[in-house]
């Protein structure tokens, strides 16, 4: 499966933002799917992660209470809904995929993902 994200940019703190992955070349609901970000010189962050079907999802702890993540597979897309953006929520935002996953399950070891979309910036000023 071929992964796009996109939906990032510029914000204050504070502001809301949606990031869109759009999905091609396999049955997108056959794959769980996460998001990952990482900040300039630091690790890669799982920030959320759905199951295949959408209805058990996870996040980071930096995250909890402001980021949703969702899908639609009959648009082959996942969604993370940011809001109250900080600053230290800058970062390069990755979906990441992987198929070969039980209904309900959700993958949260980076290592696991097979696929990987480029990456979409998101930058949060104070």
């Known amino acids: 499966v071929q992964l796009q994200a996109s939906g990032g940019g510029l914000v204050q703190v504070g502001d809301s933002l949606r990031l869109s992955c759009a999905a091609s070349g396999d049955t997108f609901s056959n794959y769980a799917v996460g998001w990952v970000r990482q900040a300039p010189g630091k690790e890669h962050e799982l920030v959320a992660a759905i199951s295949r079907a959408g209805r058990v999802t996870s996040y980071g702890d930096s995250v909890k209470g402001r980021f949703t993540i969702s899908r639609d597979n009959a648009k082959n897309t996942v969604y993370l809904r940011m809001s109250s953006l900080k600053p230290e929520d800058t970062a390069v935002y990755y979906c990441?995929?992987?198929?070969?996953?039980?209904?309900?399950?959700?993958?949260?070891?980076?290592?696991?993902?097979?696929?990987w979309g480029q990456g979409t910036q998101v930058t949060v000023s104070s």
């Open positions: 990441a995929a992987r198929d070969r996953v039980v209904t309900g399950a959700i993958v949260t070891t980076l290592t696991q993902y097979d696929n």
